[in-house]
């Protein structure tokens, strides 16, 4: 099987500088161009196709996404953008996702983080292998950045080098973005302002690998995760655990079972396991926590709330169509169905839920005839149902404590090892 890499190409000076060196060092791996149209000036399509053409002559298959809803705010518009390439890496079976952020980025972000409230966690910042943000269709997704520890001017003067083509985006340009008026009062680059704030970041980077790998131990002594997406959690090991680690952990535990794709506050993290210890019901960003230590879906959240606050989740399939659902089920359908909660209705002849608290039942997943109402299961309750869906709450608990991976192929500090030879060489 041939290895693939997708790279987010924006045809700017950073994308185009790793698009180079990709090629370059990875010439039998099979490059996908994903080129997001941001729909938001008139000359973007044909700056996308032009972006398209350029990436074709380089040898990379490329892809055109095109954004139905821009949005001008700038995390708004990240997080849009990061779900186009989650979605579009999902559909070619790639696992690797390759951006071009670079030294100046990974500053900026810190200064616009620092002017923020978050303690050090805020800190931490970009790394050159992360997880990507998008769940659940990033699942699968790692996120590589290999020109992290260089600048944007040391890559031009590559493009320059090699007569590459490359355009800058007008709206580099925009003051009315605190990006853009970061970049445009930039600390003297490699001056002590700089090395003070990215030594920060690195020291909270090993800091936070180091919380994480400490609530993963606890998640494996304290945590047990059902065969229905729920968790029991065991009080007295929270207790005894270092609160950080403890809150680490429970964050992750909450992400795992709401299949949410938002990080819980820190503040509902906090609420959440002072009534863990208090022996306290409690709902939560998406889970609601039994008095007992069981944790599960929040109702509401799946079956609607009567203020309007959310609407109830429901999907309709074929025979045959894969599809996830609410963030913690893939599912193949073995016939025409619908998956939503259970509500209100009974449970399926023979399926004991004794052990779940009539607060939790309502929300447990069901697979609904089309053609009428019958329950034709209900998911976590018999093993031979497996074959046909699997929950995805442990791998979002692995996801979000454990260290990322690439390919053992992939060679991160290939591309900026290449470029710095380039540079090197005599003009």
């Not at 007295?236 to 299949?259: I, N, Q, T």
């Amino acid at each position: 099987m041939t290895d693939t890499l997708a790279l987010g190409y924006s045809g700017g000076g950073d994308s185009t500088a790793l698009l180079h060196a990709l090629k370059a060092c990875f010439p039998d791996v099979a490059l996908h161009a994903l080129i997001v149209d941001h729909s938001l000036r008139p000359e973007s399509a044909e700056e996308a196709a032009d972006n398209a053409d350029y990436a074709r002559d380089l040898g990379a298959e490329p892809h055109i996404l095109r954004w139905s809803s821009p949005r001008k705010n700038q995390a708004a518009a990240r997080q849009a953008r990061h779900a186009l390439l989650a979605g579009a890496c999902e559909g070619l079976g790639v696992s690797l996702l390759c951006l071009g952020h670079t030294l100046d980025d990974r500053i900026e972000t810190l200064r616009m983080r620092a002017n923020r409230k978050g303690g050090w966690r805020t800190l931490t910042g970009m790394t050159a292998l992360d997880a990507s943000p998008i769940w659940p269709e990033g699942r699968n997704l790692t996120v590589a950045r290999p020109l992290l520890e260089m600048r944007r001017d040391e890559l031009r003067t590559y493009l320059r080098r090699i007569k590459a083509r490359w355009v800058d985006d007008p709206s580099n340009d925009d003051a009315q973005f605190e990006r853009i008026r970061l970049r445009q009062e930039a600390y003297p680059p490699g001056g002590p302002a700089e090395q003070s704030l990215l030594s920060l970041s690195d020291q909270s980077l090993d800091a936070e690998r180091l919380l994480r790998g400490a609530a993963w131990r606890l998640t494996e002594r304290a945590v047990e995760i059902t065969p229905w997406g729920g968790a029991v959690l065991d009080r007295d090991k929270f207790a005894l655990a270092a609160r950080p680690m403890a809150l680490r952990a429970l964050e992750a535990v909450m992400m795992a079972v709401s299949g949410e794709a938002r990080l819980p506050t820190p503040e509902g993290v906090e609420a959440c396991l002072d009534a863990l210890e208090q022996g306290e019901a409690h709902t939560q960003a998406g889970v609601l926590l039994t008095a007992e230590g069981l944790m599960g879906r929040d109702p509401g959240a799946v079956l609607g709330r009567a203020d309007g606050g959310a609407e109830a989740l429901r999907l309709e399939l074929e025979a045959g169509d894969t599809a996830l659902f609410d963030g913690r089920f893939e599912i193949q359908a073995p016939e025409a169905c619908r998956i939503e909660a259970l509500g209100d209705r009974a449970a399926p002849d023979g399926t004991q839920l004794s052990d779940i608290p009539p607060s939790l039942r309502r929300s447990l997943t069901v697979l609904v005839s089309q053609q009428g109402d019958d329950i034709l299961a209900l998911l976590g309750f018999k093993p031979d149902e497996a074959d046909y869906w699997s929950l995805l709450c442990m791998p979002r608990l692995r996801r979000w404590l454990l260290p990322c991976e690439a390919p053992a192929w992939f060679d991160g500090d290939k591309s900026a090892a290449h470029i710095r030879a380039a540079l090197a060489k005599p003009a």
